[in-house]
């Protein structure tokens, strides 16, 4: 049943599409190389879609780039983007992998996105890619 009462009702059918911060690049200096790069957001916030409260989330990218690596400070801009954006746990964490990978193109990317418990149950989704 919806609750007609949400201020956050129908977002979630444009997750997808909503437009977001670009996320930057650099050219990797060494692309024919197979390392990996383990970013950590241990301060990320969205908001509860059902509640309008905060959620609070500790993200975990670990990628291995091609041509491009991630710019770190357009990064936390795309983060921040989402503090005030009512999002289910699992369409934060597969609307971020995909950002991601479009910007990037990188080889392989896992994020991995650890919320902490809303009514006593803690949930972690974690999403992977490989080309």
């Known amino acids: 049943m919806k609750n007609k009462n949400s201020s956050y009702e129908g977002l979630q059918l444009n ?3 909503m437009k977001t911060p670009k996320i930057e690049i650099w050219k990797n200096q060494f692309p024919d190389k197979e390392y990996s790069i383990v970013i950590e957001i241990p301060e990320f916030t969205c908001i509860c879609p059902k509640t ?5 989330a500790q993200i975990k990218i670990e990628y291995s780039p091609d041509k491009y690596c991630i710019e770190l400070k357009s990064l936390k801009m795309y983060t921040i983007f989402w503090r005030n954006i009512g999002i289910f746990h699992e369409n934060m964490i597969n609307r971020m992998l995909e950002d991601f990978i479009r910007a990037s193109g990188a080889r392989a990317v896992k ?3 650890v919320f902490n418990p809303r009514g006593g149950i803690a949930t972690t989704v974690i999403r992977e890619y490989k080309k």
């Open 52 to 56: 309008g409260l905060p959620d609070f």
């Open 111 to 113: 994020i991995t996105g």
């Open 15 to 17: 997750i997808r599409t």
